[in-house]
């Protein structure tokens, strides 16, 4: 059968665009349709401007610090508006160049939101294109619960372009992004409260780390409150909000975001049309190879609910292309997969936590350092640094590694390649460090910590 494209790309976000891109390079006659925004969440609404904004919000720890180093300055004010605008016109660029890598690439970008007619055929703004692969892509969007007051609070999404600054903050939520923009109004002058409905955020991440970031979150003024949650909102005379929590107890805030979590981008994509499984958490069923129950269409990224991380949906975007157009094998290597959060000071994984270890290995070495950071000794910061190296004992082989600090993602980036090579404790020992830095701490703990 004749099809228009031999592959149709539902979703222009990081997986989307990469899986579009590869596969034309390979020689597929490639089209690729969006409805939102080109380059998706993490271009538009996540890592990008999430990121430009964790620069903003350190400036005005920078400027106290400056001052222990001689320099002298008038009081330093924000103005939202000027970040908001600069803001917009970088994503702006960004998209443009999207569109500019996916048009050198010979791939055709049509403008809106595709929907599966049957097992080859895709609608977009009324009109159909057949082809004989499809893959849905579409990611994810940002779920708040129903409650009373829902209405008045804001998401992930639209937190980035609000008109005023808040004066007082209210996030809800205790993943990456709650504690991520528990740090940005924290920095940009807000008063911020962070409700965490367990007993400590960053669930699944190294309960020693959590610890230590909770801690010198607190330090930094965020009013951090763990086994709580919120019961209703309601917005008063003076256009503020009256947060009621489960405690009886209340909050006056200017915005509430919820960062609960997100669901995937399911709605209008025609899933009814096709024999597509989902699993019990909603996302879309695939087998190794990104195939999902209806053999013509493949899904990969934040849909399919595996990791929601950009880095893994290029990763799976770059593996099925080559699979489908290049006759290699799809694989993609969820182990070891190192990660950041951007608070203040940032945590670098990678790597099983602690407990993990525990669990799987008899003889887990532990490595740990806690210190005050060079710059501080002058800046007067009470801000400390925590790293730690878990090691099996009986393979010498580096089975974890945390930090939370200053630059923890760019220290962890250079350590993950060594943790994916397989490297053992040994090998960190006969690393030479660079000195003076804090990652040189990485390769001069001589002394297990016995807990």
């Not at 008063?236 to 489960?246: F, G, H, I, Y």
């Not at 107890?249 to 200017?254: L, M, N």
């Not at 595996?306 to 880095?311: A, R």
Request: hydrophobic share 40%.
């Amino acid at each position: 059968m004749n099809y228009d494209y031999d592959f149709f790309v539902i979703g222009a976000g990081s997986g989307g665009v990469r899986a579009s891109r590869m596969a034309s390079s390979f020689g597929a006659k490639v089209a690729v349709c969006e409805d939102l925004y080109m380059g998706g969440t993490c271009v538009n609404v996540g890592c990008v401007p999430k990121k430009l904004y964790v620069y903003a919000s350190e400036y005005s720890a920078s400027f106290r610090d400056a001052k222990g180093f001689g320099w002298q300055s008038g009081d330093a004010t924000f103005n939202w508006a000027t970040l908001r605008t600069n803001k917009t016109a970088e994503i702006s660029r960004l998209n443009s160049i999207y569109d500019g890598i996916l048009d050198n690439a010979n791939v055709k970008v049509i403008k809106g939101r595709g929907k599966i007619i049957d097992q080859h055929t895709v609608e977009v703004s009324g009109k159909q294109y057949s082809a004989e692969t499809i893959l849905i892509a579409v990611g994810g969007l940002p779920f708040v619960p129903d409650f009373q007051g829902k209405e008045y609070v804001v998401s992930s999404n639209q937190i980035f372009d609000l008109e005023t600054f808040p004066n007082r903050m209210v996030i809800v939520g205790g993943g990456y992004i709650g504690v991520e923009f528990s740090g940005i109004f924290n920095g940009l002058g807000a008063q911020v409260s962070l409700l965490v409905r367990g007993s400590q955020f960053l669930h699944g991440f190294d309960n020693e780390i959590r610890e230590f970031a909770a801690q010198e979150i607190r330090k930094k003024g965020v009013d951090i409150r763990c086994n709580t949650d919120v019961v209703s909102i309601e917005k008063q005379v003076d256009d503020s909000l009256k947060v009621n929590l489960l405690d009886g107890s209340f909050i006056e805030a200017d915005a509430v975001l919820y960062a609960t979590g997100r669901k995937p981008q399911l709605q209008n994509l025609g899933l009814e049309s096709v024999n597509i499984k989902l699993t019990d958490n909603g996302h879309i069923e695939v087998d190794h190879n990104f195939q999902t129950s209806e053999s013509s269409i493949y899904a990969l990224g934040d849909v399919t609910g595996k990791m929601d991380l950009t880095p893994v949906a290029l990763a799976e975007g770059m593996a099925l292309a080559r699979s489908l157009y290049n006759d290699e094998p799809c694989k993609v290597d969820y182990s070891n997969i190192a990660t950041t959060v951007f608070c203040q000071p940032n945590i670098g994984t990678v790597g099983i936590t602690e407990e993990q270890a525990r669990a799987e290995y008899s003889n887990v070495v532990k490595y740990r350092s806690s210190f005050k950071a060079m710059k501080h000794t002058i800046s007067r910061s009470d801000e400390r640094t925590l790293m730690k190296l878990l090691v099996d004992g009986d393979s010498d082989k580096v089975l974890g590694v945390h930090m939370v600090g200053a630059d923890a993602g760019e220290i962890m980036q250079g350590i993950a390649i060594a943790i994916k090579a397989g490297a053992t404790k040994a090998d960190f020992d006969a690393t030479i460090g660079i000195h003076p830095t804090a990652a040189e701490e990485f390769v001069t703990m001589r002394e297990p910590v016995l807990d």
